[in-house]
């Protein structure tokens, strides 16, 4: 289980400007729906985005911390 506090923190470590909203499906902690607004997006495609956000997130996905993960990314309007 991870806290949505340091998931929002790597998130925008790596993207200092992103606004970060998280939703615990399950009530578990490892089933995670991400929603990440930033500038750090603009030009980008779906898939780049989405490996910048699993890049900041690679440690609690890789020990399994996070378990499932639901990504939507954006730039702001």
């Given at each position: 289980m991870v806290q949505p506090e340091a998931v929002a923190a790597a998130i925008r470590q790596a993207?200092?400007?992103?606004?970060v909203e998280i939703e615990d499906l399950t009530?578990?902690?490892d089933h995670l729906k991400v929603s990440v607004v930033s500038?750090?997006?603009s030009g980008l495609s779906r898939i780049k985005q989405h490996q910048l956000v699993y890049r900041a997130l690679r440690?609690?996905?890789a020990s399994e911390a996070i378990h499932a993960?639901?990504?939507n990314t954006s730039t702001p309007s």
């Open positions: 993207l200092p400007d992103a606004e009530g578990g902690g500038t750090g997006f440690e609690q996905l993960l639901a990504l």
